[in-house]
């Protein structure tokens, strides 16, 4: 059984930066391309970024490019997601999310597995 155990969520200030983590155990991690979503409260969950199975190829929404970086430690079997210049309206819950196909799969689609999300606050 895959689990997803994000980590580094919390409370940031407009500006700030914040460092996602989701370790990955139970599977063959380097089989999956990894992907993060974000639910904020009263709206559908959405697609952040993705990265390949090797890390090679990354996604990101439109709403986050330039500012988010996906990346990942095959090694280590975790996938990171290296958030800054935070806006307030990057307030949600982050899901990490695995796929058993490529990326562009993972973006349209969502995962097979996922995280149990963390908490991110952007707020003064």
């Known amino acids: 059984q895959v689990q997803l155990i994000e980590s580094g969520g919390g409370l940031v200030q407009p500006g700030g930066s914040l460092r996602l983590s989701c370790a990955c155990s139970?599977?063959?991690?380097?089989?999956?391309?990894m992907g993060w979503f974000r639910q904020a409260p009263g709206k559908d969950r959405e697609f952040v970024a993705a990265a390949s199975k090797r890390g090679d190829i990354t996604r990101y929404a439109d709403s986050v490019k330039g500012r988010f970086t996906i990346s990942r430690d095959n090694a280590k079997n975790t996938v990171y997601l290296q958030m800054s210049s935070l806006k307030p309206e990057d307030t949600a819950v982050y899901y990490c999310a695995a796929k058993e196909s490529d990326s562009t799969v993972l973006r349209r689609l969502g995962g097979d597995f996922w995280g149990q999300g963390t908490q991110v606050t952007v707020s003064s």
């Open positions: 139970g599977g063959t991690f380097s089989s999956y391309a």
